[in-house]
């Protein structure tokens, strides 16, 4: 070990930190917390016995070595999760806080409520429930919800400028707020029972809608009455699906993991009012570091996100440094005490040991999974003759309305699954006109300059095009002396009867263009690599679409506004915030439009949407319609399908 790093190691103080440890380069690998610094860092450097490969490397990957000294325990928690998000150490546990989660936002302060699903928390003051399991499982709480509370489930912009009530007021799903006179304390009633429902709180609940229901029947409104009796029907129905778990009904999340090697997984299951509320698997890779330590490092990053703390955490190991510290930060979190248990008998033992067993089986449940995917990756290698194993893949395509209005996306796949975190769109600049070679040479010369300056480039680029297209992306990848990167062409073919002359299977109408060779590779129609393939290339497709329409629709807005001499950004933004859309501004009075810009701007605006009364040219508004430019037509100069066309 190098000297300097020793003195470090030597010199390390016995209080309450946080460590950053640090690569040859400089870059932080890991970030830790310890309540003896000295105590924590040094036990990496001991032998007996630990053969975790991470540890084994450290004395030839670790360059250096830092501290941060606290107070205490909790706020090394605090510093810890803040340096991890901040840094993304290698290996550490790192949670994505807008990709894991899936829960109900409902925001009390607003006279009408809705309930909205999200994916992020945010301290705005508005009550959040979950995490929900599956999208599925959130999709069956809001059928529920939507048929028998009666919240409105339109946004805040429908509903300021609805003039009539929708389809649901029609079949009583909701009283629509929008347009009727609804009183905000009866709109409050069926919100305090939607938390009441979310929170668990089943026989409070149920209690008040029997009251209701009697009240009604006495008052002769058996309308009423036969509505509430369906309500509680679907929510009893709905709590006998839900195992009972505890007798104590408290909230409890229950945390558990399973590891094999440097994979592990951390699995969380949810008691709400001692119910069993679902569950959440979270993986990951290259975890050399204890268990113990990962599970406190993971807990304290789990609940970063402000969601809700329950009563009761249920860990199946103690943390490396006992759970005062976490405890003292939940609680501080919540606003009440939180209990953090590590149980060995009775019903909390039970429920870590379902937990343990669920980690298991998704763990089993993923490794399969990621088997089998390594294995179509691997065919995707062989067949295509490819250097790289393609685990880091990316699929590009051009898109255009009437040979302009030209963008391009990309869309990523990381081990199989399609990556998001990495799709992106782009704008061509230097093209005016239809030209898709030319479009392709920018995008990827773009995509590249930025993959070196970051030192991220990907195993394998998926062109949605044949040989011309092929080209130009090895010209940009020539260009700018990139090596190492696989790149292929994905197109149809044009004759759409391709058989293989030694089977009977039909082989794919898709044809896979390759470098250094003449004829295209023809996968297996229902073969897992080329499924893999067109899959990648249809989403490259639909997120080319999508971009091209959102482009247009702003395009026509300004366009059909922005002639006019005199409407700026400003003035433009207040006439659409006031009216809602281009058509409704183009379809106002005078009058209307001097309410929001005054009388001689109104007249202006008017004038030069619609013209001079007596010109027989057509109405602009119309021509720039957000309706018309919704479905964009696209073509091609050789009458071949579209860019990315399925």
Same mark, same amino acid.
């Given at each position: 070990m190098d000297i300097r790093l020793q003195e470090k190691l030597d010199a390390l103080p016995t209080e309450p930190g946080v460590y950053l440890m640090k690569d040859k380069r400089g870059t932080i690998i890991y970030v830790g917390k310890a309540v003896n610094l000295r105590s924590r860092v040094r036990s990496y450097f001991n032998r007996s016995g630990d053969t975790r490969v991470f540890v084994s490397l450290l004395d030839t990957m670790l360059g250096d070595l830092e501290t941060v000294l606290v107070h205490n325990e909790k706020e090394a928690l605090l510093l810890e999760n803040e340096l991890i998000k901040k840094h993304k150490p290698r290996f550490n546990v790192l949670l994505k806080d807008d990709k894991q989660f899936i829960s109900l936002r409902l925001d009390r302060t607003q006279p009408f409520p809705r309930l909205e699903v999200v994916r992020k928390y945010e301290k705005d003051g508005a009550r959040y429930f979950g995490p929900y399991s599956s999208a599925g499982a959130i999709r069956e709480t809001l059928r529920l919800i939507n048929r028998f509370f009666r919240l409105r489930t339109c946004t805040d912009h429908v509903l300021a400028n609805r003039k009539r009530p929708c389809l649901l007021y029609q079949i009583g799903r909701c009283p629509a707020p929008c347009v009727h006179p609804v009183s905000p304390e009866d709109y409050?009633?069926?919100?305090?029972?939607?938390?009441?429902?979310?929170?668990?709180? +089943?026989?409070?609940?149920?209690?008040?809608?029997? @009251?209701?229901?009697?009240?009604? +029947?006495?008052? @002769?409104?058996? #309308?009423? +009455?036969?509505?509430?009796? %369906?309500?509680?029907?679907?929510?009893?129905?709905?709590?006998?699906?839900?195992?009972?778990?505890?007798? %104590?009904?408290?909230?409890? %999340?229950?945390?558990?993991?399973?590891?094999?090697?440097?994979?592990?997984?951390?699995?969380? @299951?949810?008691?709400?009012?001692?119910?069993?509320?679902?569950?959440?698997?979270? /993986?990951?890779?290259s975890q050399e570091f204890p268990d113990d330590e990962l599970l406190a490092s993971f807990v304290n990053l789990y609940y970063d996100q402000g969601g809700f703390v329950p009563e009761e955490v249920l860990l199946p190991l103690e943390p490396g440094d006992g759970t005062d510290g976490l405890e003292a930060l939940l609680t501080e979190r919540k606003g009440e005490r939180v209990r953090v248990f590590i149980p060995k008998r009775g019903e909390k033992h039970e429920l870590v040991n379902m937990a343990v067993k669920n980690a298991e089986q998704a763990f089993i449940e993923r490794k399969r999974t990621k088997d089998e995917t390594d294995t179509v990756l691997s065919r995707l290698q062989s067949k295509l003759g490819l250097r790289n194993f393609p685990r880091r893949m990316e699929c590009y395509d051009i898109s255009h309305f009437q040979s302009s209005s030209i963008v391009a996306s990309q869309v990523a796949v990381t081990d199989g699954e399609t990556d998001k975190s990495r799709y992106r769109k782009y704008k061509?600049?230097?093209?005016?006109?239809?030209? %898709?070679?030319?479009?392709?040479? #920018?995008?990827?010369?773009?995509?590249?300059?930025?993959g070196l300056e970051d030192n991220d480039l990907p195993d394998l680029l998926v062109i949605d095009g044949g040989k011309g297209q092929l080209a130009s992306a090895h010209a940009a990848m020539k260009d700018l002396g990139v090596e190492g990167v696989d790149v292929v062409g994905l197109a149809k073919s044009r004759d759409q009867e391709v058989f293989d002359?030694?089977?009977?299977?039909?082989?794919?109408?898709?044809?896979?263009?390759?470098?250094?060779?003449? &004829?295209?590779?023809?996968? /297996?129609?229902?073969?897992?690599?080329?499924?893999?393939?067109?899959?990648?290339?249809?989403?490259?497709?639909?997120?080319?679409?999508?971009?091209?329409?959102?482009?247009?629709?702003?395009?026509?807005?300004?366009?059909?506004?922005? &002639?006019i001499p005199g409407v700026g950004e400003g003035r433009r933004k207040m006439l659409l915030r006031h009216f809602g859309s281009l058509k409704r501004v183009g379809d106002a009075s005078i009058e209307e439009l001097a309410e929001v810009v005054g009388p001689a701007m109104a007249e202006r605006v008017h004038a030069g949407l619609h013209g001079d009364p007596e010109d027989d040219t057509e109405d602009p508004v119309r021509e720039a319609s957000l309706d018309d430019a919704s479905e964009p037509v696209h073509e091609k100069a050789d009458g071949g399908s579209p860019p990315g066309a399925a």
């Amino acid at each position: 070990m190098d000297i300097r790093l020793q003195e470090k190691l030597d010199a390390l103080p016995t209080e309450p930190g946080v460590y950053l440890m640090k690569d040859k380069r400089g870059t932080i690998i890991y970030v830790g917390k310890a309540v003896n610094l000295r105590s924590r860092v040094r036990s990496y450097f001991n032998r007996s016995g630990d053969t975790r490969v991470f540890v084994s490397l450290l004395d030839t990957m670790l360059g250096d070595l830092e501290t941060v000294l606290v107070h205490n325990e909790k706020e090394a928690l605090l510093l810890e999760n803040e340096l991890i998000k901040k840094h993304k150490p290698r290996f550490n546990v790192l949670l994505k806080d807008d990709k894991q989660f899936i829960s109900l936002r409902l925001d009390r302060t607003q006279p009408f409520p809705r309930l909205e699903v999200v994916r992020k928390y945010e301290k705005d003051g508005a009550r959040y429930f979950g995490p929900y399991s599956s999208a599925g499982a959130i999709r069956e709480t809001l059928r529920l919800i939507n048929r028998f509370f009666r919240l409105r489930t339109c946004t805040d912009h429908v509903l300021a400028n609805r003039k009539r009530p929708c389809l649901l007021y029609q079949i009583g799903r909701c009283p629509a707020p929008c347009v009727h006179p609804v009183s905000p304390e009866d709109y409050r009633k069926s919100v305090d029972e939607v938390a009441m429902f979310l929170e668990g709180k +089943a026989g409070q609940l149920i209690e008040g809608l029997r @009251l209701r229901m009697k009240r009604a +029947a006495v008052e @002769l409104k058996f #309308e009423e +009455a036969a509505r509430v009796r %369906d309500q509680l029907l679907a929510i009893e129905r709905s709590l006998e699906r839900q195992k009972v778990a505890t007798t %104590d009904f408290k909230d409890q %999340d229950v945390f558990a993991l399973y590891r094999e090697g440097d994979r592990i997984l951390f699995y969380v @299951l949810h008691v709400r009012q001692g119910r069993l509320n679902g569950g959440q698997a979270f /993986p990951f890779g290259s975890q050399e570091f204890p268990d113990d330590e990962l599970l406190a490092s993971f807990v304290n990053l789990y609940y970063d996100q402000g969601g809700f703390v329950p009563e009761e955490v249920l860990l199946p190991l103690e943390p490396g440094d006992g759970t005062d510290g976490l405890e003292a930060l939940l609680t501080e979190r919540k606003g009440e005490r939180v209990r953090v248990f590590i149980p060995k008998r009775g019903e909390k033992h039970e429920l870590v040991n379902m937990a343990v067993k669920n980690a298991e089986q998704a763990f089993i449940e993923r490794k399969r999974t990621k088997d089998e995917t390594d294995t179509v990756l691997s065919r995707l290698q062989s067949k295509l003759g490819l250097r790289n194993f393609p685990r880091r893949m990316e699929c590009y395509d051009i898109s255009h309305f009437q040979s302009s209005s030209i963008v391009a996306s990309q869309v990523a796949v990381t081990d199989g699954e399609t990556d998001k975190s990495r799709y992106r769109k782009y704008k061509i600049k230097t093209v005016e006109k239809q030209d %898709d070679f030319a479009s392709m040479y #920018e995008v990827i010369t773009r995509r590249l300059k930025r993959g070196l300056e970051d030192n991220d480039l990907p195993d394998l680029l998926v062109i949605d095009g044949g040989k011309g297209q092929l080209a130009s992306a090895h010209a940009a990848m020539k260009d700018l002396g990139v090596e190492g990167v696989d790149v292929v062409g994905l197109a149809k073919s044009r004759d759409q009867e391709v058989f293989d002359r030694d089977a009977e299977s039909a082989k794919s109408p898709e044809r896979v263009f390759v470098l250094g060779r003449k &004829d295209p590779i023809v996968l /297996p129609q229902n073969s897992a690599e080329m499924f893999m393939l067109t899959r990648m290339r249809d989403e490259a497709h639909r997120f080319a679409i999508t971009f091209q329409g959102k482009s247009m629709r702003k395009s026509a807005v300004r366009s059909a506004l922005e &002639d006019i001499p005199g409407v700026g950004e400003g003035r433009r933004k207040m006439l659409l915030r006031h009216f809602g859309s281009l058509k409704r501004v183009g379809d106002a009075s005078i009058e209307e439009l001097a309410e929001v810009v005054g009388p001689a701007m109104a007249e202006r605006v008017h004038a030069g949407l619609h013209g001079d009364p007596e010109d027989d040219t057509e109405d602009p508004v119309r021509e720039a319609s957000l309706d018309d430019a919704s479905e964009p037509v696209h073509e091609k100069a050789d009458g071949g399908s579209p860019p990315g066309a399925a």
